[in-house]
């Protein structure tokens, strides 16, 4: 064959539309010496060749395969393990934790015995005037500051319609 046969052989090899007995012949044309235009595809298949060469596999190699596996596996993956162990318990840590100092506010808001302050039914009594008291007289209080407020809401309203009305004018 000449060169410009195996050209063609040659493009039709780069289009995958050879059969092997072609990529044969091809692969013995690229062994000898190659034109100017073709020492880089030359070079390419004796490289392939080479490779195909030291590709030799033997019946030990599921068990090479698997001893480089093990001395290439990352270390990172375990203390990424690690890591995300100790997140999971910081926050089961937390959530115990506040339970925990809920469950005391809880107690001690509500007493699981309610004990009689006073054994004098009379003083009881006095006792809870005094504290009514205390507490409609901070209610009064509180209602005369919210008149203050709705009188200054009106007077702000006032304002807003005579604004209102000036622009319109």
Known sequence: MDS???EQLLEKYWNCETSLEEEKQLREYFRGEVSGNLKETADLFRYFET?????VVGSDFDAVVKKKIKQQQPKGKSVSMIFNVARIAAGVLVVVTATYFVRQEVRKAYPP???DTYSDPKLALEETKKA?????KGFNKAQKEAGKIKAFNDAEEKLHKQGKNEETI
């Open 4 to 6: 410009k046969q195996f």
């Open 113 to 115: 015995e309610i004990v």
């Open 132 to 136: 009514l008291m205390m507490i409609s």
């Open 51 to 55: 490779q195909q060469e030291q590709a």
